[in-house]
């Protein structure tokens, strides 16, 4: 479905991920200019190259296929932004610089990951091959990304499903929850995407875009909530299933959302739902 998107995530976009995730020291060298800024931008998957692990589309509606080595995988709960992206060509008429991104769609996404301490970048505990992550096959038109318009009745909830036993997994928690959002997330993630540089944890995006022949659409992960004391302390194995909602607070509430999730029957309208199975191939 989003082969030819490039794929980012952004890490740190919620306060006290970081932190339960075990991963706030990995970036004790990124430099921020605020608190609450996210940390960095990463790489999920890369359009149009021929190899390395980023070159296989992980993204999956209906499962999860965990690796070999893992007992330590975790759900993270994100809206995903379907993006086109806008390019101006610099002086030298070959290298291009991202200068605006457009959010056309939402969706419930899953930053499936591996807790790995001692990995050297954020996107080695990302894409492990086919079926890594998650995106709903229900995405939701954007009005306006800009104070005011849909997402922002938007709440994000999820569930950890095991042996007919259903969870809350992280805390749900209203999109406009995150440190940054709107035209301040987008100018952020576009500088990131120009400037980053290939230091500790994170990596040179503005060649990655060239290497993927510079790519007009992507899907962008804004960042994971916050666990539940559950979600905290419990990984998946085969046979769960792991359920993020994206959906409209005005018109539901947080236990109506529990009681779809238990019975596994969601509503067609005013929510973004993405169930899935943990698989072994």
């Known amino acids: 479905m989003?082969?030819?998107?490039?794929?980012?995530?952004?890490?740190?976009?919620?306060?006290?991920?970081?932190?339960?995730?075990?991963?706030?020291?990995?970036?004790?060298?990124?430099?921020?200019?605020?608190?609450?800024?996210?940390?960095?931008?990463?790489?999920?998957y890369l359009p149009n190259i021929d190899s390395g692990s980023l070159a296989t589309y992980p993204l999956s509606a209906t499962i999860i296929t965990p690796p070999n080595d893992a007992d330590n995988l975790q759900i993270e709960p994100e809206v995903a932004l379907v993006c086109d992206v806008v390019y101006a060509t610099d002086i030298d008429g070959i290298t291009q610089t991202v200068t605006a991104l457009i959010p056309r769609q939402f969706g419930a996404y899953n930053?499936?990951?591996?807790?790995?301490?001692?990995?050297?970048k954020i996107s080695e505990k990302k894409n492990w091959g086919v079926n890594s992550k998650g995106i709903s096959d229900h995405l939701i038109d954007i009005d306006h990304f800009t104070t005011g318009g849909i997402?922002?009745?938007?709440?994000?909830?999820?569930?950890?499903?095991?042996?007919?036993?259903?969870?809350?997994?992280?805390?749900?928690?209203?999109?406009?929850g995150y440190s940054y959002f709107h035209h301040t997330l987008l100018d952020w993630i576009i500088e990131r995407m120009n400037h980053q540089q290939d230091i500790g944890p994170t990596e040179n995006i503005a060649q990655l875009l060239k290497q993927s022949q510079y790519p007009t659409q992507a899907v962008i992960s804004i960042g994971a909530t916050r666990y539940t004391p559950y979600g905290e302390t419990h990984f998946l194995q085969a046979?769960?299933?792991?359920?993020?909602?994206?959906?409209?607070?005005?018109?539901?509430?947080?236990?109506?959302?529990m009681q779809m999730a238990t019975t596994h029957e969601f509503s067609d309208?005013?929510?973004?739902?993405?169930?899935?199975?943990?698989?072994?191939?």
């Open 2 to 44: 989003f082969n030819q998107y490039i794929g980012f995530g952004v890490a740190g976009n919620f306060a006290g991920h970081l932190e339960q995730a075990g991963e706030a020291a990995d970036f004790i060298a990124v430099e921020v200019k605020e608190t609450i800024q996210p940390k960095a931008i990463f790489p999920f």
């Open 269 to 281: 309208d005013g929510m973004s739902v993405l169930i899935q199975q943990v698989t072994i191939l």
């Open 151 to 176: 997402l922002d009745r938007y709440r994000i909830a999820s569930f950890h499903c095991r042996d007919g036993e259903i969870q809350r997994y992280g805390e749900d928690s209203a999109v406009v």
């Open 239 to 257: 046979d769960d299933s792991s359920i993020v909602v994206v959906y409209d607070g005005s018109r539901y509430s947080a236990s109506e959302i």
């Open 111 to 120: 930053d499936c990951s591996i807790r790995k301490p001692n990995a050297k």
